[in-house]
């Protein structure tokens, strides 16, 4: 099997870079817009557990996250305890 | 019941406005001007007798049967060929005419074989009507003349002989049984576009021919039995009609096909289907078809269809048959085990696109009502879920805006990312008419496809880009619209917002986004780019039709919102003609959508964190929604490797074949713990599963498929399921296990909960749907019998978005190691993973997946026209056959994913769309070196593959 793993993301860097691609969109809008724009879509689109990690992630400095992604963490929704 | 009788009018419908009245044999008709006296006749319900005219042709007037007298007028002028002029006496029958058409008719016969009674067309054979009613008793020139009836005469061979041509799987050409009425040249011609019948030689000599007096199977001929159609007599017949007969009842009912969604008779006999023939009255394919919805049905009686349900222990157990109690007890149990065990989120499901609306209704419902979350998910996501963003961002709503008789408005047609004439080819032929007819053609596509350039059609720009360049290509068509003056500011300003569209172009006028730079990134000529884009700003009525090569990007939505800008500029929105018209992939692609098939949203798009839009169905079905949004596929595969999903219900989709990056999706997979798959097929995730339920195919059930012009049309059940039951009885049996309380005795009863829940289809109902035949959503009581045509006087939003489309490069680049880009499409006769059509005889046409590579990429390898090539990417290798073609530049290299062999999605790779995850397919870096053979990988898989699909007594399952 020619599984190539070293090229492949674990989840939690696939949901930074994910965050990422969302925020770059967003990067050609206001600085206002940008940051409601990014949490909207992960609050929109993201399941709990997704969620989550992110703030996980987040609440360990964010490793990798641009700056507008880390800025959008306080709005992202904290999910509840028995979403999933 | 009987069959579905359709009256030939003999010449096609004129749609002028202005009426005629004339007397024909003492009736008076009145009819459109520019009608034939033929059609305007049968109007009247007189059939003047014809041989060449058939309505779905235009006149020809070469078989002098349908002769008329015309009392003012000298002679006895066609009727075909005569259009009515008002006062006009016509008189279909006098001694004159009777005499000549009893003498025509007896040249016809004196050269056609007289095997009626033995003849694969007899009981449906114009010629055998036509010696009826002209009252043909006898043929005074005998047999024994030159003819092209008879292999031997006078003892010698008869050189006008020629042998039946049976290459086609579908249909044979017998030139014995012709007639040279030229219907089947002209249905290739005008219905089909194909132009590969001829009628070659002249006089005496004229002979059908496929191509240069080719085989069928060698000519151009796309099989879309036009010309069986067409042909009155049995010189093309369906062999289908030879081995069984005539059909004796038909039902009209739609193709499970692509989003065209054409409509059929299934014609029957008893409860064997003797054939599909294409209903003129059907709205979206108007009385054609392709190869597949015409023919390629055989996978429905096919004996690899897998019909007892099966259960096993874990997935390198053969398995075991069991009962259809044994099957859903032990389903249910385990998903409940799960959910106890890790959690209600741990468990979810994949609704269908091929499926019906009340099946795949049932399955999200099933999901949010008994597995008490929301992991619902759908194929869409890998196809069109970029579309249903982008529109919903900029216009309201996440559907096409225009009906399929729209294009006979279009004056510039954008193509992108699409190939109709492979994967719609209905609408390509209906497209094509248009074209032909004078319309521009605009094609944005990294490889020369069929539409590009074929006979008669030519774009007038072709901006074959680099693949993952969309963004930038459509950005800077935007540039020169607005910075050459060509938008339409009156329609900005009354339907859109004006300071947005300020905003856009502030940043669409950078020169950033200008050709001249975009041609660095997209390797589109300035030019090419400046002539679209003012050709489809200024060049009438523009519609845009796109495909997956627009939204199977990272950048995908970014591409459907660029889209739609350019559409608002140019006021192109809301008209007969224009509009944004996604080319969906599955016949009901867009009807899983509307159903709430997303984990984000319940049926008619309403986002699930919606309190009002919860309590409908909270208090409908009794329980608390959750009002977190699910995972969708990829996040599914994602947490099943991370432990945290562990079972799943897929209903008729087969992610190990179409989803990206086949070993991520195997890894996902193999982690659950209880995988149910219901579907025709062991396809290939079922090599995964620990529970099999046999699934029923369209012919099988009642129900209704919404195609790609939000067209909701019937589908009939016209056998009984070979399986036992309809996909929606075995969702239903599901749910009766987990305690719900469902009792659905008809799928009608589904459609009346989808209506009295979603506004958007308040009003449709099975009776609705009977009388109108179809309807396009939103049907309600603002428009009650439906909406072909979207956005008219403003959009559903209220005022039309204009949103900023910064391109941004994919991060799946070319390198030293990967330095081409591999993009992926279809072919005409294969449909989506092949799992229906690789069990057709359509495996004539297509027997394997191929690379097509640039010559110049292939020299630089060393590469042969058919040599084995290993393509490999950063996700892993495979290995199929090369075809060296200057379709693709260079570059560039491209395949189909029809077969599992091939298993081109085992190199494309993990990255998506920013807004929706919809998989990257359209891009890949890889590399394309000589090979000997499948890789290690391919032997791995089809053993597994083989391991896998065993069951307990009986013999091993061939693919």
């Given at each position: 099997m020619s599984h190539d793993d070293e090229n492949r993301?674990?989840?939690?860097?696939?949901?930074?870079?994910?965050?990422?691609q969302i925020a770059t969109f967003f990067?050609?809008?206001?600085?206002?817009?940008?940051?409601?724009?990014?949490?909207?879509?992960?609050?929109?689109?993201?399941?709990?557990?997704?969620?989550?990690?992110?703030?996980?992630?987040?609440?360990?400095?964010?490793?990798?996250?641009?700056?507008?992604?880390?800025?959008?963490?306080?709005?992202?929704?904290?999910?509840?305890q028995d979403a999933a | 019941m009987g069959l579905v009788h359709e009256i030939d009018f003999g010449t096609p419908v004129s749609k002028s406005e202005k009426q005629v009245t004339l007397t024909v044999d003492g009736f008076t008709v009145t009819v459109p001007e520019g009608t034939s006296v033929m059609r305007a006749s049968m109007e009247a319900g007189i059939e003047v007798p014809k041989l060449c005219a058939t309505d779905m042709v235009d006149a020809f007037g070469s078989c002098r049967l349908c002769l008329v007298e015309i009392e003012g007028r000298a002679g006895t002028p066609a009727s075909c060929t005569t259009p009515v002029t008002p006062g006009m006496v016509v008189h279909t029958q006098t001694s004159r005419l009777k005499d000549i058409r009893k003498g025509v008719m007896e040249l016809y016969i004196s050269d056609h074989p007289l095997d009626c009674l033995t003849c694969a067309a007899n009981g449906d054979c114009e010629l055998q009507d036509m010696a009826g009613a002209v009252g043909l008793r006898d043929v005074r020139y005998g047999y024994d003349g030159d003819n092209h009836v008879f292999a031997k005469r006078n003892g010698g061979e008869n050189f006008n002989w020629?042998?039946?041509?049976?290459?086609?799987?579908?249909?044979?050409?017998?030139?014995?049984?012709?007639?040279?009425?030229?219907?089947?040249?002209?249905?290739?011609?005008?219905?089909?576009?194909?132009?590969?019948?001829?009628?070659?030689?002249?006089?005496?000599?004229?002979?059908?021919?496929?191509?240069?007096q080719e085989a069928f199977i060698d000519s151009e001929c796309v099989s879309c039995g036009a010309c069986v159609q067409a042909c009155p007599t049995a010189t093309l017949q369906e062999k289908s009609v030879i081995q069984i007969g005539q059909p004796e009842h038909s039902v009209v009912t739609t193709c499970a096909y692509c989003g065209v969604g054409c409509s059929f008779k299934a014609e029957m006999r008893g409860e064997e289907l003797v054939r599909m023939v294409p209903w003129k009255d059907g709205k979206a394919n108007r009385g054609h078809s392709c190869v597949k919805g015409r023919f390629a049905y055989g996978y429905a009686t096919h004996r690899e269809r897998i019909l007892n349900p099966m259960i096993r222990e874990k997935i390198t157990d053969p398995w075991r048959e069991v009962s259809w109690e044994e099957a859903i007890s032990h389903t249910v149990k385990e998903f409940?085990?799960?959910?106890?065990?890790?959690?209600?989120?741990?468990?979810?499901?994949?609704?269908?696109?091929?499926?019906?609306?009340?099946?795949?209704?049932?399955?999200?419902?099933?999901?949010r009502q008994g597995f008490r979350n929301n992991n619902v998910d759908t194929c869409a996501r890998v196809c069109h879920s970029p579309t249903g963003y982008g529109l919903g961002q900029t216009y309201g709503t996440s559907a096409g805006t225009q009906d399929f008789d729209s294009v006979e408005h279009t004056d510039?047609?954008?193509?992108?990312?699409?190939?109709?004439?492979?994967?719609?080819?209905?609408?390509?032929?209906?497209?094509?008419?248009?074209?032909?007819?004078?319309?521009?053609?605009?094609?944005?596509?990294?490889?020369r496809t069929e539409m590009v350039k074929s006979p008669h059609i030519e774009a007038a720009h072709h901006l074959a880009l680099k693949p993952g360049t969309n963004?930038?290509?459509?950005?800077?068509?935007?540039?020169?619209?607005?910075?050459?003056?060509?938008?339409?500011?009156?329609?900005?300003?009354?339907?859109?917002?004006?300071?947005?569209?300020?905003?856009?172009?502030?940043?669409?006028?950078?020169?950033?986004?200008?050709?001249?730079?975009?041609?660095?990134?997209?390797?589109?000529?300035?030019?090419?780019?400046?002539g679209a884009a003012r050709l489809y700003a200024t060049g009438g009525n523009a519609a845009i039709y796109y495909g997956l090569g627009v939204t199977e990007h990272s950048q995908g939505s970014t591409t459907v919102i660029g889209i739609a800008n350019l559409a608002m500029m140019t006021g192109n929105i809301g008209r007969r003609g224009v509009g944004v018209n996604p080319l969906?992939?599955?016949?009901?692609?867009?009807?899983?959508?509307?159903?709430?098939?997303f984990p984000h949203e319940l049926p008619g798009y309403r986002h699930i964190s919606g309190d009002a839009v919860r309590d409908i169905y909270d208090s409908l079905w009794g329980v608390k929604l959750d009002e977190e949004p699910g995972l969708r596929i990829p996040n599914m595969l994602d947490a099943a490797v991370d432990g945290t999903f562990k079972g799943i219900y897929i209903q008729g989709e087969d992610i190990l074949q179409s989803d990206p990056d086949t070993s991520h999706v195997s890894a996902g997979l193999a982690a659950m713990e209880c995988v149910v798959v219901q579907d025709l097929f062991l396809n290939e995730t079922a090599n995964y599963a620990h529970v099999f339920l046999p699934g029923s195919t369209f012919l099988e059930k009642d129900g209704t498929f919404t195609n790609a012009e939000r067209r909701i049309n019937r589908v009939r059940k016209v056998m009984t399921p070979k399986n036992g039951y309809a996909d929606w009885e075995v969702t239903q049996m599901l749910a009766q296990e987990m305690g719900l309380n469902w009792n659905y005795q008809h799928p009608s009863e589904i459609m009346d909960e989808i209506a009295k829940t979603t506004p958007s289809f308040a009003f449709v109902s099975y009776d609705r749907l009977e009388k109108l035949g179809s309807v396009q959503w939103p049907c309600n009581e603002k428009a009650p019998e439906g909406t072909p045509i979207m956005h008219i006087g403003g959009f559903v939003r209220g005022k039309g978005k204009f949103i900023r489309t910064e391109y941004v490069a994919t991060d799946?680049?070319?390198?030293?190691?990967?330095?081409?880009?591999?993009?992926?499409?279809r072919i005409l006769s294969q449909y989506n993973v092949g799992a229906q059509t690789r069990r057709t005889e359509n495996v004539a046409w297509h027997p394997e997946d191929l690379l097509e590579i640039h010559p110049h990429d292939a020299e630089n390898r060393g590469l042969r026209d058919g040599d084995w090539v290993r393509l490999q990417s950063r996700a892993g290798q495979t290995t199929l056959r090369a075809q060296i073609t200057d379709r693709v530049s260079p570059g560039v290299v491209y395949t189909t994913f029809h077969h599992p062999d091939t298993q081109a999605n085992v190199i494309t790779t993990d990255f998506s769309d920013w807004a929706t995850n919809c998989p990257e397919y359209k891009v890949t870096a890889v590399q394309v070196a000589p090979s000997n053979g499948p890789t290690d990988w391919q032997k791995d898989y089809n053993d597994q593959a083989r391991q896998s699909r065993r069951i307990t007594g009986r013999m091993e399952a061939a693919e």
């Open positions: 993301m674990s989840t939690k860097q696939k949901l930074v870079y994910m965050a990422n990067d050609s809008k206001p600085h206002d817009e940008r940051v409601e724009g990014i949490a909207e879509h992960i609050n929109k689109f993201w399941d709990p557990r997704m969620r989550r990690q992110f703030l996980e992630m987040l609440a360990a400095g964010g490793a990798g996250m641009k700056p507008t992604v880390i800025e959008a963490g306080a709005k992202i929704r904290p999910p509840k | 020629m042998a039946k041509d049976e290459s086609n799987p579908y249909f044979t050409y017998d030139p014995a049984k012709c007639i040279v009425c030229s219907r089947c040249v002209r249905a290739c011609e005008e219905v089909q576009g194909t132009f590969a019948l001829t009628i070659e030689g002249r006089g005496f000599g004229s002979r059908v021919s496929a191509g240069m409940r085990r799960i959910q106890y065990q890790y959690g209600r989120g741990a468990i979810g499901g994949i609704t269908s696109s091929r499926c019906t609306n009340e099946e795949t209704y049932l399955v999200q419902k099933i999901i510039v047609a954008l193509i992108i990312g699409a190939n109709p004439a492979a994967a719609h080819p209905v609408f390509a032929s209906r497209l094509k008419k248009r074209l032909r007819a004078g319309a521009k053609l605009i094609v944005i596509d990294p490889r963004v930038a290509v459509v950005t800077a068509m935007a540039h020169v619209i607005v910075t050459e003056g060509l938008f339409n500011e009156a329609f900005i300003r009354e339907r859109c917002d004006w300071s947005e569209f300020q905003d856009y172009i502030e940043f669409v006028a950078d020169p950033r986004h200008a050709p001249e730079e975009v041609e660095k990134i997209s390797g589109v000529p300035a030019e090419t780019i400046r969906r992939g599955q016949n009901n692609v867009q009807g899983s959508c509307d159903m709430g098939s799946e680049k070319t390198g030293p190691r990967f330095p081409l880009l591999l993009t992926t499409g």
